[in-house]
């Protein structure tokens, strides 16, 4: 049986909403962290003629380094999978070997969460992700942005800004959620697991 991870990239994919409005809410952290990739990569992303995104193909996790295509949809969050599927398709990426990269409400602001499969947990990128590759098998980043204060509605806040306090702390929040998609690319689910969930 041949090696997958030879024969075809990791599709790392950056969930939020198009455009300057939506680009420092909370549900928007994953393209901040595939924005901060590209920037490691040393490319533009570009759109891409078929995925309704923008794309950038490069190596990440040191020399020579995993091929990986990053991606920012140009869909709103609810419509991501249509994106995500046509490039996994165009690209020759299976389920395993995408990563989204999101939002998590019921991790602390500022934690990290590795996985392979699970539910969509309310989330309605990863939900249209599920349903347009016809799994759920595929990794998530998961970026904790913890839960909303009192009585406000989760919708209401993921779609806002994060406070003074945490923007202080969302760079560095960024960068290390950047540095676990590199391990998780690079050394696998279980080492990156390991260094992340301490």
């Known amino acids: 049986m041949s090696d997958s991870r030879s024969e075809s990239p990791w599709l790392v994919v950056g969930l939020g909403n198009p455009g300057p409005t939506y680009a420092a809410h909370r549900h928007n952290i994953g393209q901040q962290v595939v924005d901060l990739l590209a920037t490691r990569v040393g490319g533009k992303m570009r759109p891409h003629p078929r995925g ?34 046509s490039l996994a398709t165009f690209y020759k990426v299976p389920p395993e070997r995408v990563v989204a990269v999101h939002d998590e409400l019921d991790i602390p602001f500022g934690a990290l969460r590795l996985k392979l499969g699970g539910g969509d947990n309310g989330h309605n990128g990863l939900r249209s992700i599920r349903r347009s590759l016809g799994t759920g098998e595929f990794h998530r980043v998961r970026c904790g942005i913890g839960r909303p204060p009192g009585r406000q509605d989760p919708a209401d806040f993921v779609l806002s800004g ?6 202080k702390e969302v760079p560095l929040f960024v960068d290390n959620a950047a540095d676990a998609v590199e391990a998780l690319v690079a050394e696998g689910l279980d080492r990156a697991q390991n260094t992340w969930h301490g």
């Open 162 to 167: 994060f406070s003074a306090a945490e923007r």
């Open 52 to 85: 309704r995104a923008d794309v950038l193909e490069g190596r990440l996790g040191g020399v020579p380094g995993v091929r990986v295509v990053l991606a920012r949809p140009r869909s709103y969050m609810n419509e991501t999978g249509g994106p995500v599927a």
